[in-house]
């Protein structure tokens, strides 16, 4: 079974729109990374929470960690078409080192169209 | 600044043949992983190191070999390529502060396999 879900699979939005993409974990997170990938393309270290209620941005890019709901969300204020691509969540799945495997969803496809 | 570099980025196979693809990285990291990356599937991960000599399977190891011979490269190879590999391979590494993880995996930019 999938241990990170994300929702949703695909989004289109207007530019200028707001969205959110969620990211559930079926484990305890110790650390939950967001990438961007373009289409063709490697992946883009966008950012990373490690603790309960953290928050962090990156320009229009905001991402959140719910650790109570082993949850994060990654949110996205004004959306540009430079924005569009597929964001992923990853996953630390031990504490301590005790498991290096960074695992990941399997992506939500985001296109913006002008 | 080169960070994380693979090669080849594309590449066609016939079923049973070998290949190696390589993956080097300049940024002195101890932990080096692959992934491959498939429709409907997302980035699964095939193989891992922790440092020189030291590797592990991941998620999907069956077909695939790894070794660790130096800190900077961490090859992957195919010893009889099938049609079921046919994927895009991702090689990332990230810093390891003792037997804590520090930081964000970074990633090649991939290396396109077709078997055909």
């Known amino acids: 079974s999938q241990e990170l879900e994300q929702s949703p699979q695909s989004l289109i939005v207007q530019e200028g729109k707001n969205l959110t993409i969620n990211c559930t974990s079926s484990k305890t997170l110790y650390g939950l990374y967001w990438y961007k990938q373009k289409y063709g393309e490697g992946l883009i270290f966008l950012m990373m929470?490690?603790?309960?209620?953290e928050e962090k941005s990156h320009e229009k890019i905001t991402a959140k960690l719910d650790e109570k709901k082993q949850q994060s969300s990654l949110h996205i204020t004004a959306s540009q078409p430079s924005h569009a691509g597929i964001y992923l969540c990853g996953a630390d799945r031990g504490s301590g080192g005790s498991n290096y495997k960074l695992t990941f969803g399997k992506g939500t496809l985001l296109t913006v169209n002008p | 600044n080169a960070g994380v570099t693979q090669t080849p980025k594309f590449q066609v196979l016939k079923t049973g043949q070998s290949m190696t693809l390589q993956c080097a990285q300049d940024?002195?990291?101890?932990?080096m992983s692959w992934y491959r990356q498939d429709p409907g599937m997302g980035l699964r991960l095939i193989h891992y190191?922790?440092?020189?000599?030291?590797?592990d399977q991941g998620e999907v190891p069956n077909g695939y070999n790894v070794s660790r011979s130096t800190t900077e490269d961490f090859p992957l190879r195919l010893l009889s390529a099938a049609p079921s590999q046919t994927s895009v391979y991702f090689c990332a590494s990230r810093k390891l502060a003792g037997l804590l993880i520090t930081g964000e995996l970074f990633f090649g930019e991939g290396s396109r396999l077709t078997v055909l």
């Open positions: 190191s922790v440092g020189a000599g030291i590797t």
């Open positions: 929470l490690q603790k309960g209620g």
């Open positions: 940024m002195n990291h101890e932990y």
